[in-house]
């Protein structure tokens, strides 16, 4: 039985994987934590307020709950952090830093999400490999490759069990995305149900890893389950399940819309940085060392994605 503590639970992530982790583990054995408040999730089970940069606010918390776990997502997504990339360091990097400190002190094990997003222009584009360059070309990317080598470098140096995985744009109908390059791929499912068109930021042709949420938090609950004697990576494995460019959302999109329309007025930022992406990674060594396999194609999902957005739509 694990007893967790997360940050940024109110996030994209966090938001779902609160209520996930607390069908498993029971509600009492999450403790959600946020710069604010929630009530709905904090109705549900124990929420505190901790803001990732006070190290010994996440050390109190993390001892009167006496958690064992920590996963830790309070982060700027990669587009906010080309906007102010000095408050982007101080929140990425010393989040992260406090976050595993707190995690050496009481022998937690840990987990933090890396990205797409540590990957540069001069890694090889298809079929990403694993172990690859990594010379990334943002902000975000810089704070991703070091989170990953400083978790690594916690469990070398000191034996704190820090697992992460490289996500892809994560899709989903509870909490948007705020601040990411890939967000378009959830804000084209709500300007279809509302509007049966949406204008894209990213261009024609330009190709980025997906995944749907469910698919993303069984990968977080499997990965940190997993036999360590297994890993041989930990800090981060690439996982995705699928590959696509804006032309590929609206064709799914138009089986259920026909009349959907699809235009573009491209933002050279988010372009730039999608473009400084790969295409497509592979996902081998997550699915050899520990099971991971995504259950939903870019068809399955766009079917969940419109009905669920539609329902909540016509509430
Ligand atoms: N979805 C994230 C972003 O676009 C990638 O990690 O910033």
Redesign the pocket.
Known sequence: MKKILVTGALG?IGSELITKLRSIYGDSNVIATDIRVDNQIAEQGPFELVDVTDEQRIFQVAKDYQVDTVMHLAAL?????EKMPKRAWDINMGGLMNTLEVARELNLQFFT?????AFGPSTPKDNTPQDTLQRPTTM?GVN?VSGELLCDYYFQRFGVDTRGV?????ISYVTP?G?????YAVEIYYEAVNNKSYTSYIAEGTY?DMMFMPDALDAIVQLMEADPAKLIHRNAFNISAISAEPMDFARAIQAHIPEFNLTFNVDPI?QG??ES?PNRIDSSVATAEWGFKANYDIDRMTKEMLEKISSKVNL
């Open positions: 994209q997504l990669s587009a906010t952090a999400p890396s990205s797409i997003g975000y991703k490289r996500f892809p744009g994560l995305p601040g990411g390059t890939t967000d980025m988010r940085i999608a992406w």
